[in-house]
């Protein structure tokens, strides 16, 4: 069972070039998540989805675009990427049990804009 | 959304026990408390969560105050695996599975 796998583990981009970050589960979950992590920071969010087709903004979606065309697919768009966009991106996937969350997090993409 | 307050830092030997504490003085009456930890390198992992009474699971303990205006997560016997940074947070009402990450406590186990 993969869980939630995110593509790719590393990657540096030039400032103003543009990225796609995948993101994929196999546990059939409506919610979806994508966050980014700071050094020395907490997670914040960036956009989430609630099922296909359904996107909204979290606390940093600035310079970021989300598109959800299946259940199982989240990916995260970097449009024009800054050195602010430097960070760790964790990718999630949420099991709602009426108003218990048991969140299921990916491994990471870490991105250096330089 | 009630904010969590914990320490900046805690540290354990290993294979004694751990209480980590958390003060979440606004929670409202629908809020549950989770707990997750992130492992170096890693993405957050859930540990446990509890909505009034005190919860046990294979991982961890989590101790719910009366009030619920604080709770503990007690490891039992902390182990050089459970070094990580370890995050309170309160999830109720309709949350669409968001999570709100608060700095946390990172816990350093000497052997």
């Known amino acids: 069972n993969a869980g939630v796998t995110q593509t790719p583990k590393f990657q540096v981009l030039k400032t103003g070039q543009s990225m796609t970050l995948q993101c994929a589960q196999d546990?059939?979950?409506?919610?979806m998540s994508w966050y980014r992590q700071d050094p020395g920071m907490g997670l914040r969010l960036i956009h989430y989805?609630?099922?296909?087709?359904?996107?909204d903004q979290g606390e940093v979606p600035n310079g970021y675009n989300v598109s959800r065309s299946t259940t199982e697919d989240f990916p995260l768009r970097l449009l024009s990427a800054a050195p602010s966009q430097t960070s760790v991106y964790f990718c999630?996937?949420?099991?709602?049990?009426?108003?218990?969350?048991?969140?299921?997090f990916g491994q990471g993409t870490r991105l250096t804009v330089v | 959304d009630a904010k969590t307050t914990q320490p900046n830092s805690m540290e354990s030997n290993e294979e004694e026990p751990v209480h980590l504490p958390c003060n979440h003085s606004?929670?409202?009456?629908?809020?549950?408390i989770h707990w997750y930890r992130q492992l170096p390198s890693q993405g957050p992992e859930y540990v446990i969560h509890?909505?009034?009474s005190n919860v046990n699971n294979r991982m961890a303990s989590l101790a719910i105050a009366e009030d619920r205006k604080s709770s503990t997560l007690i490891l039992h016997r902390a182990t050089l695996r459970d070094a990580a940074v370890y995050y309170c947070?309160?999830?109720?009402?309709?949350?669409?599975?968001?999570?709100?990450f608060g700095q946390g406590t990172i816990l350093t186990v000497h052997p």
């Open positions: 999630a996937s949420t099991q709602s049990h009426g108003l218990f969350v048991e969140a299921f």
């Open positions: 546990m059939n979950h409506e919610y």
């Open positions: 989805s609630v099922g296909a087709g359904i996107t």
């Open positions: 606004t929670i409202s009456g629908t809020d549950y």
């Open positions: 509890g909505l009034t």
């Open positions: 947070i309160l999830s109720g009402g309709t949350s669409y599975g968001k999570l709100t």
